[in-house]
């Protein structure tokens, strides 16, 4: 049963949105304060832009009765166009309505990662892990799907992620990399991108990546 247009509404769907990891009760959810901010930058006639490109996600009912970007969002994330971890159709959204200012929000909100300090890697594991994901991107080509499922990553969010990236096989990998490193939080390990490098038959990216990491531990950590 739809619920009614208006405050109740709108709220209902928002309380939806998945919980962060490591955010207590009464902590505000990362994800919904950058959808609020952006919401909030928004003009009337983008917004309008924004509803035209998502005619074909969202009915035209619900279209009509969104009369905010929160509300819009709201829609976004029931249909999982929008998540904690896929933020991939929103940038679409802010590239084609040129707002770059926006867009470099949802990025350093990627960048930083949703997650609560206690659920990242250290900065030494956050180093190695950037390390490694760069000798990656540059050196696996069509095989990325193969290896993000040996890493665990679900087909569907692979297939989102080549629908928002058509003809670029690098962008693809980077955005799928990026994804299972906010998944996994703390959890993202060097190694376990070695052991399902080596699981694919990728033995010599491995190879790589082991030797830039041995490289990378003779050297002091960066001040951060």
């Known amino acids: 049963m739809d619920l009614p247009s208006g405050r109740l509404g709108q709220d209902a769907e928002i309380s939806r949105a998945r919980p962060v990891p490591g955010a207590g009760p ?30 074909d996600k969202i009915g035209k009912r619900k279209l009509d009765e969104a009369q905010s970007g929160r509300e819009l969002f709201s829609r976004l994330m029931e249909q999982q166009l929008i998540a904690q971890d896929s933020l991939e159709f929103l940038r679409r959204l802010l590239q084609h309505i040129r ?3 926006l ?3 949802v990025v350093h909100f990627e960048e930083e990662g949703p997650h609560a300090p206690d659920n990242q890697p250290d900065g030494h594991e956050k180093r190695l892990l950037k390390a490694a994901v760069k000798v990656i991107c540059d050196n696996v080509g069509r095989e990325w799907k193969k290896l993000m ?8 969010k692979l297939d989102r992620i080549v629908a ?6 690098y962008e693809q990998l980077v955005q799928a990399l990026r994804e299972w490193q906010l998944w996994k939080g703390k959890d993202a390990k060097v190694a376990d991108l070695i052991k ?7 033995n010599l990216v491995a190879d790589q990546v082991e ?3 041995s490289q ?3 050297e002091p950590d960066e001040m951060v």
């Open 26 to 55: 009464g902590a505000v959810n990362p994800l919904l304060s950058l959808l609020n901010s952006i919401s909030s930058g928004l003009s009337d006639a983008e917004l309008s832009e924004m509803k035209f490109l998502c005619r």
């Open 99 to 101: 707002r770059d200012d």
């Open 149 to 156: 499922r040996e890493l665990g990553m679900a087909e569907v």
């Open 211 to 213: 030797e830039k990491i």
């Open 164 to 169: 928002a990236h058509p003809y670029n096989l």
């Open 216 to 218: 990378l531990n003779m």
């Open 103 to 105: 867009l470099s929000q």
């Open 196 to 202: 399902a490098l080596r699981n694919c038959n990728l």
